[in-house]
């Protein structure tokens, strides 16, 4: 069973820059694109931003692109998500899952919450 553990999460001042963990376990990691998406209050969970297998490819959402940056350790089973620049609108809870369109495929994690405040 497939299981996603996220972490880094935290409150943090405007223009901080955090780095979320995934560590996948389950599945062999290498095989799958992966992706983290986040749900901000009141909103619905939304694709941030993608990877492929082997890193050679992201995908970033407007809101995200030249502030974010995902990547992975296939040998740690992780994904990453460097996210700089932070504002206000970044707060959310952080999930990272296995693309299917702009949804996930496999179960959800706890993600981690990010609270951007001054």
């Known amino acids: 069973q497939v299981q996603l553990v996220e972490s880094g999460g935290g409150l943090v001042q405007p223009g901080g820059s955090p780095r979320l963990s995934c560590v996948v376990s389950?599945?062999?990691?290498?095989?799958?694109?992966l992706g983290w998406f986040r749900q901000a209050p009141g909103k619905e969970r939304e694709l941030t931003a993608t990877i492929s297998t082997s890193g050679g490819t992201t995908y970033y959402a407007e809101s995200v692109k030249g502030r974010f940056t995902i990547s992975r350790d296939n040998a740690k089973s992780t994904v990453y998500l460097q996210m700089n620049s932070l504002q206000l609108d970044d707060t959310a809870v952080y999930y990272c899952?296995?693309?299917?369109?702009?949804?996930?495929?496999?179960?959800w994690g706890q993600g981690t919450q990010v609270t951007v405040s001054s």
């Open positions: 389950g599945r062999t990691f290498s095989s799958y694109n």
């Open positions: 899952n296995r693309p299917s369109g702009y949804g996930g495929s496999w179960p």
